[in-house]
């Protein structure tokens, strides 16, 4: 069995379920245990340890390889992120290999990028040829299954980088852009009435089923027309509906939750500002709100910079790629950090209730990420 894989095998045997779908007490919860687990194995390998306090008891896990010349001039960034969903069965928390396959909560997303990153690493520190100039900060991260505060503390305590590599499962492709992710809700009033005289009442859920139709038809079908290269158009998705209280009243209020995903160009602002706009033109009412405050926006790396135009060829990546979930690359591209998203695995087995990694790939990964890493000035 290879380092990777034995590392793998370990990682998914350490729940880091983030604590946001669990109670505060289940003893799944938390990136504590695996923020430990390589800490040690980080220390073992020579590397610099430091954990960064995002929120007590969660902190991100910061592991420095310094270069040989102890100047440093380039700055790459590793960063997986360590928490993942939960999951019915405590099954899926033990490690099962089956044809090629190891299966496991967080096999994936993102434990096989931590295992490939980190075992790249801790080769390169034993290796007589490491980067002269160049620092390689390893970042696990917590919290990106949720509100990517881990991320986003990474860069508010003012982190640098020249290239994030952030770990994803890519199927080992090299992503330079994916879409931004806006969660809004929208509130209906009406006039409550007896149930049986609905002409006395305003009827929040039939204004708010108006809503509905509109943006799943008419402005559905207006986001179809813009379209980026990489990441196809953005689009508009209504979530969650609840309104009234019992049959016999009519309702005063209906709030549905909807997920407007953006493509680059696009802005928090300008979208609420469309959606606006739509409802007046419509004769339609309702109140905007944000479900979450921080920023998700889409991400487009700059395919001129050399550090992106190596990652490539080491991947023999000829064309750049998008997809259409968010992650963290966006947060640290935010923040001034050139960023791209790469990792084994395929998104396709994220979050489902048997979630595999395929082996050969997560081998290959390690090579790729130890290449790359091996020939940095």
């Known amino acids: 069995?290879?380092?990777?894989?034995?590392?793998?095998?370990?990682?998914?045997?350490?729940?880091?379920?983030?604590?946001?779908?669990?109670?505060?007490?289940?003893?799944?919860?938390?990136?504590?245990?695996?923020?430990?687990?390589?800490?040690?194995?980080a220390a073992r390998a020579g590397l610099d340890v430091e954990f960064q306090e995002v929120f007590?008891?969660?902190?991100?896990?910061?592991?420095?390889?310094?270069?040989?010349?102890?100047?440093?001039?380039?700055?790459?960034?590793?960063?997986?992120?360590?928490?993942?969903?939960?999951?019915?069965?405590?099954?899926?928390?033990?490690?099962?290999?089956?044809?090629?396959r190891l299966h496991g909560r967080g096999a994936c997303d993102t434990k096989g990028s931590i295992a490939a990153m980190l075992t790249a690493l801790t080769d390169l520190a034993r290796s007589a040829q490491r980067p002269k100039e160049t620092e390689i900060v390893f970042a696990g991260l917590v919290d990106e299954e949720n509100g990517q505060a881990g991320s986003r503390a990474l860069v508010a305590k003012g982190f640098k980088a020249d290239l994030a590599i952030v770990g994803e499962p890519t199927n080992l492709q090299v992503v330079t852009a994916h879409k931004g992710d806006l969660w809004l809700q929208l509130e209906t009033h009406g006039k409550a009435a007896h149930g049986s005289r609905p002409d006395l009442g305003r009827n929040a859920v039939h204004e708010m089923a108006r809503i509905v139709d509109l943006f799943e038809t008419t402005y559905a079908a207006t986001l179809k027309r813009r379209r980026h290269p990489l990441l196809g158009y953005p689009t508009v998705s209504v979530g969650t509906i609840a309104g009234g209280s019992q049959p016999n009243i009519v309702p005063d209020q209906c709030r549905i939750s909807i997920d407007r995903r953006t493509i680059p160009g696009e802005t928090e602002p300008g979208v609420r500002r469309e959606i606006k706009s739509l409802l007046q033109k419509h004769d339609l009412s309702a109140n905007l709100l944000n479900i979450r405050n921080a920023p998700c926006p889409a991400m487009e790396a700059n395919l001129n910079l050399p550090l992106v135009k190596m990652f490539l060829q080491v991947a023999g990546q000829r064309k750049p790629v998008g997809v259409h979930y968010f992650c963290d690359a966006a947060v640290l591209a935010s923040g001034g950090i050139p960023s791209v998203v790469f990792g084994p695995g395929d998104i396709a087995q994220a979050h489902t209730a048997d979630e595999w990694i395929s082996l050969r790939q997560l081998e290959g990964g390690t090579r790729m990420l130890f290449h790359f890493l091996q020939s940095l000035p």
């Open 1 to 41: 069995m290879s380092r990777t894989t034995k590392l793998l095998r370990e990682l998914i045997a350490l729940p880091s379920v983030n604590p946001a779908f669990l109670t505060c007490d289940d003893p799944c919860a938390g990136e504590q245990r695996v923020a430990d687990f390589l800490a040690a194995m």
């Open 56 to 100: 007590r008891p969660r902190a991100n896990l910061l592991v420095r390889l310094a270069p040989s010349f102890r100047h440093v001039r380039k700055r790459i960034l590793l960063a997986p992120h360590m928490d993942t969903v939960g999951g019915e069965s405590p099954m899926i928390f033990e490690p099962r290999e089956k044809h090629g």
